[in-house]
Nanobody, 117 residues
Framework: QVQLVESGGGLVQPGGSLRLSCAAS????????MSWLRQAPGKGLEWVGD????????YLPDFAKGRFTISRDNSKNTVYLQMNSLKPEDTAVYYC??????????WGQGTQVTVSS
């Protein structure tokens, strides 16, 4: 069955960095676009970015540009989210999801990122 397992979350100070990983199984990862999303406490789901199947192109919202980078290793069936210059407002549960024709059909369980001094 399809599984997406995020890891790498934790507590980091403002200005710090984290790299999240999402290990995929149960589908043809190399043919799938992938997305990162997040949900802050008491707020709705927020799109963090996409990466196309081959990894050559990524798409990020304005708040992530210049701070976040999405990459993937298709040989490891893993997608990454590198987050730098973290701010308290980046505190959220971060999810990876398969992006199937602009619909997120499979999701991981999420990993908590807390940015606090």
């Amino acid at each position: 069955q399809v599984q997406l397992v995020e890891s790498g979350g934790g507590l980091v100070q403002p200005g710090g960095s984290l790299r999240l990983s999402c290990a995929a199984s149960g589908f043809t990862f190399s043919s799938s676009a992938m997305s990162w999303l997040r949900q802050a406490p008491g707020k709705g789901l927020e799109w963090v970015g996409d990466i196309v199947s081959g990894g050559r192109s990524t798409y990020l919202p304005d708040f992530a540009k210049g701070r976040f980078t999405i990459s993937r290793d298709n040989s490891k069936n893993t997608v990454y989210l590198q987050m730098n210059s973290l701010k308290p407002e980046d505190t959220a549960v971060y999810y990876c999801a398969r992006n199937e024709h602009s619909a997120w059909d499979y999701w991981g369980q999420g990993t908590q990122v807390t940015v606090s001094s």
